[in-house]
T-cell receptor
């Protein structure tokens, strides 16, 4: 069964450094998402992306965050200058239609030191 | 603002029992509701999606129901097994594509 893949599985970064989290959505999907889950808290929406542009973003997704689909397969989340509070599990998801199930990857655990 | 709540927060049952997990949401104007399973340190596995026009969905031993007007969904697991042990999350989708998640129910099925 096709799946969403995320790399790396764990990223450790110094505060203030830039980090790029990578995702390969399911190949025929058109809608892409990033969510995050701080340890012990709810899964929170960050951003949705469709037709090569952001369709919605949350208050968390400030100017330090950006997303990109650099080619036909990858979908990336960049954090320009990381803060301690960015430490979380980051999940990528994709769906083929906007009313169909969102399928999630296994996540990238981001640890900011 | 949509709020999603799941009760109970944790549940421990002996193997073979049937069980019900509850999810409630404050704004009934949803497009769909999705149930997920999350194993420790892992991603979210989609279990069932119920569209707002549907009352229930079934997959194997799982049955999810939706009562949109009262803002409730239940996930019924029949004949529970130790392999069902995980955190179960519900999430609702409103007019936009984003999912709003509950805090989850941690299920332990004792052999």
């Amino acid at each position: 069964e096709p799946e969403v893949t995320q790399t790396p599985s764990h990223q450790v970064t110094q505060m203030g450094q830039e980090v790029i989290l990578r995702c390969v959505p399911i190949s025929n999907h058109l809608y892409f998402y990033w969510y995050r889950q701080i340890l012990g808290q709810k899964v929170e929406f960050l951003v949705s992306f469709y037709n090569n542009e952001i369709s919605e973003k949350s208050e968390i997704f400030d100017d330090q965050f950006s997303v990109e689909r650099p080619d036909g397969s990858n979908f990336t989340l960049k954090i320009r200058s990381t803060k301690l509070e960015d430490s979380a599990m980051y999940f990528c998801a994709s769906s083929d239609e906007n009313n169909q199930p969102q399928h999630f990857g296994d996540g990238t655990r981001l640890s900011i030191l | 603002k949509q709020e999603v709540t799941q009760i109970p927060a944790a549940l421990s049952v002996p193997e073979g029992e049937n069980l019900v997990l509850n999810c409630s949401f404050t704004d009934s104007a949803i497009y769909n509701l999705q149930w997920f399973r999350q194993d420790p340190g892992k991603g979210l596995t989609s279990l069932l999606l119920i569209q707002s026009s549907q009352r229930e969905q079934t997959s194997g031993r799982l049955n999810a129901s939706l009562d949109k007007s009262s803002g409730r969904s239940t996930l019924y697991i029949a004949a529970s097994q130790p392999g069902d042990s995980a955190t179960y999350l519900c999430a609702v989708r409103g007019a936009t594509n984003k999912l709003i998640f509950g805090t989850g129910t941690l299920l332990a099925v004792q052999p």
